[in-house]
């Protein structure tokens, strides 16, 4: 191997972690003020919710059919760049908004944009050997736990300096910077891979590609009830200023990157099994203490202990989901996963909201906290059973597909 080839893959892996750092900027910048933003023009906890889980919810349309279309015409930069530009898109309407339609479209435009995550984590998995897929997914959320974690903690000087419409005009520039990034990444187009719904429906029924799936929507619906909707609004009440609610998030995301550094160096040591139930029973603990702070600290406290969960849980969970997939299908099995997970930041604001209407945020913290350790639990316990079954049986599964 020559020496250019040899750096070529760096220089491709460097670019990508470009782009996708000014991507998750985008998406960011705004969040921490985002649910005081809207209720400031939506009087209303329920319609607060359904405003806010449109973000998760247009995930669940557009990221399953963004992976399907990269391995159809065989290059997935199309897709990535389409979606960085309805980020700057949803982004400039949610500025603009003067009501809950304005709102709705705006977050959903944002949500529609997110399915090019699709589509780079298959790009960024792709210049990693296969025995490396966990390792790039935890390299690959470390650097999305970084871009949110500089977006959310630019909103409160943003905010400060220009008032809430300030951050969505910088999510714009940030969405350009990306792409412009992204046109300086050069990829080889792989033979087009035609759906076959013969295909699909094995792939999207292999337990191995959908329990994890499932497992972290269970994980995201605790996140998004908590750290991007309800904590910030909890926090408000008990006083917060716009400037604490974007250290919040700050705190909430880097605690994320912890966790992704701490599941990266445990995953050999551990197993990825062990890391699922301590995502769990950490996200759960970390809701009940939002359950029952009877003050900020508390509250600040318990959004460093879900974010330390779901930085250990979600690229394990991902990880999983295309550990065993062949390379040509990987990105209609990473659509299956993110499509799933949606679902839980969808459910999270929506359901949650409607919950904390009707008996208030802190006993619909208490509840959740509850279903998430049950739901989480049992799930691992079937995943982990699942994978001793392939084990011994020598992946009938994968056989099955080819």
Known sequence: MTEASQTLPKRKIAITIVVVFLYWVAL???????PVYVQSKVNDLAMVGVILSMYGLWQIFSRMPSGILSDWIGWR??????????????????????????LLIGRSITGIGAGAWVP????????????????????????????????????????????????????????VLAIIALLLLSEKRHPPQKPSLRKLGVLFIRRDVLLPSLLSAILHYGDWAASFTFTPILAAQLGASDAMLSLLASLNLGMVLLGNAFSTAMS???????????????????????????????????????????????????????????????????????????????????????????????????????????????????????????????????????
């Open 28 to 34: 960011y910048l705004f969040v921490p003020t985002l």
């Open 77 to 102: 930069r199309p897709d990535i760049l389409i979606g960085i530009a309805l980020v700057g898109l949803g982004a400039w309407i949610l500025a603009h908004a003067q009501n809950a339609t304005g």
């Open 120 to 175: 780079m984590v298959v790009l960024f998995t792709s210049l990693f050997p296969p025995k490396d897929v966990i390792k790039a997914t935890a390299i690959l959320s470390a650097v999305n736990s970084i871009g949110r974690i500089v977006g959310s903690a630019s909103n409160g000087f943003l905010t400060s300096l220009g008032g809430y419409l300030l951050p969505f005009e910088v999510s714009v520039g940030a969405s």
């Open 268 to 402: 050999h040591r551990l197993g990825s099994k062990n890391l699922v139930v301590i995502c769990f029973l950490m996200q759960s603990l970390g809701m009940a203490g939002a359950a029952l702070a009877p003050s900020l600290l508390v509250v600040f406290l318990a959004q460093c202990v879900i974010g330390f969960a779901f930085g250990v849980g979600y690229p394990v969970l991902m990880g999983l989901s295309i550990e065993k997939v062949d390379h040509l299908e990987q990105n209609s099995a990473m659509g299956l996963h993110q499509s799933v997970y949606a679902l839980g930041m969808f459910a999270g604001p929506w359901l949650s909201g409607i919950l904390a209407k009707a008996i208030g945020i802190q006993p619909m913290f208490g509840i959740v906290a509850g279903c998430i350790l049950v739901l989480g639990l049992l799930g691992q316990r079937v995943l982990k059973t699942r994978a001793e079954v392939l084990k011994q049986t020598g992946e009938i599964l994968l056989m099955d597909q080819k």
